[in-house]
DNA sequence: CGGTACTTTGACCAAATTCAATCACTGTGG
DNA sequence: CCACAGTGATTGAATTTGGTCAAAGTACCG
């Protein structure tokens, strides 16, 4: 897609220079306090995430943007008594920790081993993945969370579970399609809002039903796409 | 904030071009496919709505960004069977219309009349405006999805109701403060994942309880807003 | 006034949660 | 190799929160 852009190079270097601020605030407050000169450029550099370990918590300095070489992370808010809402589960090419505020509103948690790439604000392949990517990162946020507080305020339990797996399928080869599920039943639950056992009834129906076949609580596979189809849009039970 | 930016102006030139890009993309995709040249530079117009008109719906295209000058919008979310989720609610000083993909997925309805500025793509002041404030718009409506995600996945009717009452009324001065709710119990409803009757037999409890005053049920008092703080805290009821 | 739209309240109902066992799978140590 | 924790999943029964249905009540507007 190269398009042809009906901006001036005065405006374009305008645009430039306040997103390059924003960025740059976002991206490490102390490097907007150094000199205006260029910098070295460090590599990337990858972190190694063992399977339940925090990349970051709520309240840490937000200046490091991520992207998701291998493995999966959840980003979590958790309530002060302990009640849980798991926002988003983020498979590899995914990039996460952008936030608004200095410090983060969420937890990151890889759910399996992960590898992440770190982008530091003063290397250029910060500016290259954000310029590439900061936009579609968020813009990506934005439209699963919409889809998320949709499904949690107006979705029945059987609807909520059936869109999850189907978005976890992705729009793949026909069925059967296999599916590795990186949660637990308690995670699935803290996602879409619903108590652990209320996940594992419905993955219990959708099994007596036919739509799905479960090997190991991991390991499931769909047998009924078209049904699991109608079972997310609203269809009767 | 007047950052010194780390970042070559190489680097921001190319940072410059990509998102240029983007945001033509995104603004509009019909000066895409024009020349490069310069163009003049329309200011802004402003569009005038009348209450329960809608400035967007979901699948027009979503060549433009507003800013709400005047009144209130909701951005809602409608199922195929009627099932309605409202997102946000935005007042003046808010820019939405942002989206991910070249069509709205949402719809953006007034609910008082209203009157915003219309960014068109090829003015200077669009790219003013999405450098001052894209980002912000985006990094703000994650946060919000955020916490209503969290809100309709995880809090009770009384915490969502009393943490949205609580949002209307601001960081402003103590109590006694006055709010004047922009949208029906209807609304309420269909924006906290509730049934409207839950949402009035709140309020009736809340006014029982000496936490509001209702003088209409549009116009409300917090009397008491520490005990309010407590509810959507999940303290007991 | 009379009508319409919105709100409140009550009685009942149901989806989902909670409580409580039981089961299945895994890894460990005897 | 098997017993036995330990963790997570499943299932059942009782309970609850919030939803649905129905009937007034109230405000607003021509």
Redesign the pocket.
Known sequence: MEASFAITPDIAAELAAELAAKLDMRLDPAAAAGEGAAVPLPEPDLHYLAARTALFSPGEDAGKVYEVTQGVLMITRLLPDGRRQILDIAGAGRVIGLTWSDAHDCAAIALRDSIVRRHDSNGSSAVALNAARFADALFGEVHRLRNLATALGRK???ERLAGFLLDLAGEDADPPVRIDLPV???EIADHL?????????T??RLRRDGIMR?E???KLTILDRAALRRLADGGPF
Not at 193 to 201: D, H, K, M, Q
């Open positions: 029945t339990a059987t637990t039943r308690n809002g619903l108590a652990l056992e209320t996940v594992s009834r993955f219990s479960i190991t609580s991991q």
